[in-house]
T-cell receptor, first 113, second 113 residues
Framework: KAGVTQTPRYLIKTRGQQVTLSCSPI?????VSWYQQTPGQGLQFLFE???????NKGNFPGRFSGRQFSNSRSEMNVSTLELGDSALYLC????????????FGQGTRLTVV | AQTVTQSQPEMSVQEAETVTLSCTYD???????LFWYKQPPSRQMILVIR??????QNATENRFSVNFQKAAKSFSLKISDSQLGDAAMYFC??????????FGQGTELSVKP
């Protein structure tokens, strides 16, 4: 069974641009969550999607948005990039049955210059 | 709001020895889950062990075990017979039933040969 796949692995963008990150969950998993990891703030929850609906949202500005498709793949978009958005963005998928653990992808390293 | 605290930014252990990583959390909920994740240099978060709050018995996974003290809101990880491959950043995480993961700041574990 393939794991959680995130693309791209690395990304360099300029301030003011926008970026879209992609996450393909483990087959059969319907819940996808996104986390931002920075040296200063650590790991912070961005949002969770389940069956194409946002189920939970963290404390991030509206520049951060996401969506989930019918095949459970999810995208995260950040508009008007700021230097502080440079981070490792991790995606995690979870089975819809019961409270099972989340499985993480390898992340997308975003650098904003 | 729930919080997770890891008071040891760095720990070191000799190969084949035992090390304990500390974690405390704060919550008013009675139903929740606790996890230890390992993040090696590859940056992928790997689940090490999980504990359901309603279970009094401490979870064990091979060389990894936890000491779960619900009243004290403490959840430490013990690694026995430490191996070089155990060197990584370890994160303690809290999740309420169906909710988001809340992570501690992490403990960087080094293993000396």
């Amino acid at each position: 069974k393939a794991g959680v796949t995130q693309t791209p692995r690395y990304l360099i963008k300029t301030r003011g641009q926008q970026v879209t990150l992609s996450c393909s969950p483990i087959s059969g998993h319907r819940s996808v969550s996104w986390y931002q990891q920075t040296p200063g703030q650590g790991l912070q929850f961005l949002f969770e999607y389940f069956s194409e609906t946002q189920r939970n949202k963290g404390n991030f500005p509206g520049r951060f948005s996401g969506r989930q498709f019918s095949n459970s793949r999810s995208e995260m978009n950040v508009s008007t990039l700021e230097l502080g958005d440079s981070a490792l963005y991790l995606c995690a998928s979870k089975s819809s049955t019961g409270n099972t653990e989340a499985f993480f992808g390898q992340g997308t390293r975003l650098t904003v210059v | 709001a729930q919080t997770v605290t890891q008071s040891q930014p760095e720990m070191s252990v000799q190969e084949a020895e035992t090390v304990t990583l500390s974690c405390t959390y704060d919550t008013s909920e009675s139903d929740y889950y606790l996890f230890w994740y390992k993040q090696p240099p590859s940056r992928q978060m790997i689940l090490v062990i999980r504990q359901e709050a309603y279970k009094q018995q401490n979870a064990t996974e091979n060389r990894f075990s936890v000491n779960f003290q619900k009243a004290a809101k403490s959840f430490s990880l013990k690694i026995s017979d430490s191996q070089l491959g155990d060197a990584a950043m370890y994160f303690c995480a809290y999740r309420s039933a169906g909710g988001k993961l809340i992570f501690g700041q992490g403990t960087e574990l080094s293993v000396k040969p």
